[in-house]
């Protein structure tokens, strides 16, 4: 299920986000005109969360999505308060299906070994003298990296395509990743030629 909607250069709940009440109650307290405010907060909260394909920031770790976001939508110093915390643990829980579990602790496993070989400095030493990353071992390691990383793209493709197969049109007809329909086109039979 997706929060949020892209119509035109408008950024609009979807209609299922606002019968949820930890959404409506972000939606509902905005008492603004064009519930900005609202819109920002469900836009942090789905591009914090959705790991789909739909979602840009989705080639950030959790934690610098979380830094990124608020920078990209809110004023510096902003925190989530408890209402977007509660909608943010309400969306994570909508969203964990078994393969989504798994391909998100794929996903945190090789960020750790990123972090992991980022660390190596073979100019460190032990206590003994002898140096804490073995160049040999470090190589042997890296050989096997190849490995790991054509198992996470085939997780995350499988996911993907498990998450679309979702996307049915009417008919039965299936929706393809480049033909998500847009509301701002009109396709109505009063167009003159």
């Not at 307290?29 to 900005?36: H, L």
């Not at 793209?153 to 049915?168: C, H, S, T, V, W």
């Amino acid at each position: 299920m997706r929060l949020i909607n892209i119509e035109g250069d408008r950024i609009v709940p979807s209609p299922e986000c606002l019968a949820i009440p930890e959404f409506y109650t972000l939606w509902k307290r905005d008492r603004s005109k064009f519930k900005k405010k609202a819109m920002e907060e469900l836009t942090f909260v789905t591009f914090l969360v959705d790991n789909t394909i739909h979602n840009p920031y989705r080639g950030y770790s959790e934690d610098m999505r979380n830094d990124v976001l608020r920078q990209d939508y809110f004023e510096k110093g902003w925190k989530p308060d408890e209402l977007v915390k509660d909608a943010i643990n309400k969306y994570r829980s909508m969203q964990k299906t078994t393969s989504s579990r798994l391909v998100g602790a794929a996903q945190v496993a090789a960020d750790r070994l990123a972090d992991y070989y980022s660390m190596v400095n073979f100019h460190e030493f032990d206590d003994n003298g002898k140096p804490v990353y073995s160049a040999r071992e470090v190589q042997s390691n890296l050989k096997d990296l190849s490995n790991t990383i054509k198992s996470l793209f085939a997780l995350e493709e499988q996911l993907r395509k498990e998450q679309l197969d979702g996307n049915l049109s009417r008919g039965g007809f299936e929706i393809g990743e480049f033909e998500i329909p847009s509301s701002d086109i009109d396709y109505g039979d009063d167009t003159a030629l």
